[in-house]
């Protein structure tokens, strides 16, 4: 899940302080909106609400809780007419417009929750429809309709088509799929971060090797959504150069590159200006579920390791975005997250809105407690932006677009 989307615009609502260090981050900015009651989390929903309800659903689905239907209904609310969902409408009475308009990341985001929490059918297939209508004559998306493409929001459309039963390949403008578009932007291995995915060419044409796009990019070269486990293991380990690769090959040069850069200290520093050797979080758990998704576990379990051990402040101010992330990331690499670094991410994440209720057991054979339901939730050991910078693809990517 991912930063990558519109930093400016994050950082206008405070999401650079909640990409520095834990231990400097101030409260969270006053909301600018009245909060409504089956939204999760208590900061300004401006910029991220569809996003962060829509990871909320979807962990919440991973770890077997059935979501409130007021957190549905709020959600599916969201909807413009045309189908598409922009990142959030204050009041839903009124049309969107040119002051709110849908965007990419957010419609896929809300497809893939939708479709996981079931009885949405008709919600889902318009916003399919709407995607479909705005794809760019390379194959791809951008996070505006109309704009230049992106290799983050090609890639969470991607997984929201693949969610909804729709093959990517199925998709084409101008006869090219989202999967003819993503080698393009792919850094050739001979060059300086070879394997990774770039953003964007720079202003000179130039690919540039951008973590937050290359998690994002090995689940839309897989044809995977934000909710994946542990694939098979790559042939090569390293960067294979081919002239065009295939989606394979795309997703291993780029999980090659992903295991490099957390093989020393198993995480990713953040490539924001004044952040120096700053740990970046959320692009950190998001390639944790990459690594996975690609069969590369060694890698995925350290860097999951290491957010246990060092992201649980970061969760708790950034909100239920961040630690949907972090269960997704858990869920990736098999881990359960009753306990993690001391904070239990399942019962942090429903604390955050309208309590959920159990449909299922719990993936490591425990039963809800009533000593663990003071947060008015049913807890249960089981099992992964928009707070900061930090959040990850899974986040940040859909902010870097914003107008």
């Known amino acids: 899940m991912n930063v990558r989307r519109n930093a400016a615009v994050l950082a206008a609502i405070g999401v650079l302080a909640a990409a520095a260090p834990a231990t400097a981050a101030g409260p969270s900015p006053s909301p600018k909106v009245t909060l409504p009651a089956g939204l999760y989390g208590k900061a300004d929903p401006t910029y991220d609400g569809v996003w962060r309800q829509s990871l909320t659903l979807l962990a919440q689905r991973t770890l077997g809780y059935r979501p409130a239907a007021a957190a549905v209904d709020w959600l599916t609310g969201q909807q413009c007419a045309n189908g598409g969902f922009a990142a959030f409408r204050a009041d839903t009475a009124k049309a969107c417009d040119s002051k709110v308009v849908p965007d ?224 997704l990331a858990g869920h990736a690499v098999g881990a359960q997250p009753g306990e993690f670094g001391g904070t239990s991410l399942v019962r942090a994440l429903n604390a955050q809105g309208p309590a959920p209720e159990m449909e299922q057991a719990a993936e490591d054979g425990t039963k809800a407690s009533d000593d663990d339901s003071h947060t008015g939730v049913w807890w249960i050991v089981g099992v992964g932006l928009v707070a900061g910078v930090g959040i990850g693809f899974l986040l940040s990517g859909r902010r870097k677009q914003r107008p």
């Open 104 to 327: 990419t990341n957010s419609t896929a985001a809300a497809v893939q929750a939708l479709h996981a929490v079931g009885g949405r059918g008709g919600a889902v297939a318009k916003a399919v429809d709407w995607l479909k209508s705005v794809q760019g004559k390379d194959g791809g998306w951008g996070y505006n309709p109309g704009g230049p493409s992106d290799s983050n929001s090609t890639s969470v459309v991607i997984g929201a088509l693949a969610a909804a039963g729709t093959d990517p390949a199925d998709v084409r403008k101008s006869g090219k799929s989202p999967y003819d578009a993503l080698p393009g932007w792919a850094v050739p291995c001979d060059q300086d971060g070879g394997g990774a995915l770039a953003f964007q060419p720079d202003k000179k044409g130039k690919l540039v090797a951008n973590a937050d796009a290359t998690a994002a990019g090995v689940l839309g070269a897989l044809g995977k959504g934000f909710v994946t486990e542990a694939g098979k293991a790559p042939a090569r380990t390293g960067c294979a150069e081919a002239g065009h690769p295939d989606r394979t090959r795309l997703a291993d040069n780029a999980g090659a590159y992903l295991a490099a850069a957390v093989a020393r200290s198993g995480h990713l520093l953040s490539s924001l200006p004044g952040a120096k050797d700053q740990p970046d979080f959320g692009n950190t758990a998001d390639t944790v579920v990459a690594l996975a998704a690609d069969g590369r576990t060694g890698p995925a379990k350290k860097a999951y390791a290491w957010l246990e051990k060092n992201a649980s402040q970061w969760a708790a101010q950034s909100g239920p975005a961040a630690y949907a992330q972090l269960i």
